[in-house]
């Protein structure tokens, strides 16, 4: 059974960082990708950023020089380190893997910024 676990949330002032990690057990396939979503109140669900098992990064635009992805593949797991955070940023956000064109989602982790 695949269980994604994230830990990293919290509270943090605006201008401040957090790094949320995101380890997935129970794979015995290829991860294809891996990414980080997240959903403020009252707001949809949004893609932040994915990473390939080729390496290759996508970042939404609003997170573009303050947010990096990055991955072990070796451990499975996958890293959101995040800088100069803003109160827009507050949500919870979402780990998924993708593998084999199935998706799995994490149980989401709070991240609060106080300006």
């Known amino acids: 059974q695949v269980q994604l676990v994230e830990s990293g949330g919290g509270l943090v002032q605006a201008g401040g960082s957090l790094r949320l990690s995101c380890a997935a057990s129970g794979i015995i396939f290829k991860i294809n990708a891996m990414g980080w979503y997240r959903q403020a109140p009252g707001k949809q669900r949004e893609l932040v950023a994915t990473?390939?098992?080729?390496?290759?990064?996508y970042y939404a635009d609003s997170v573009k020089g303050r947010f990096t992805i990055s991955r072990d593949s070796a451990k499975n797991t996958v890293y959101l380190q995040m800088s100069s955070l803003k109160s827009e940023d507050t949500a919870v956000y979402y780990c998924?893997?993708?593998?084999?064109?199935?998706?799995?989602w994490g149980q989401g982790t709070q991240v609060t910024v106080s300006s």
């Open positions: 998924k893997v993708m593998v084999l064109g199935i998706d799995y």
């Open positions: 990473i390939t098992s080729g390496g290759s990064i």
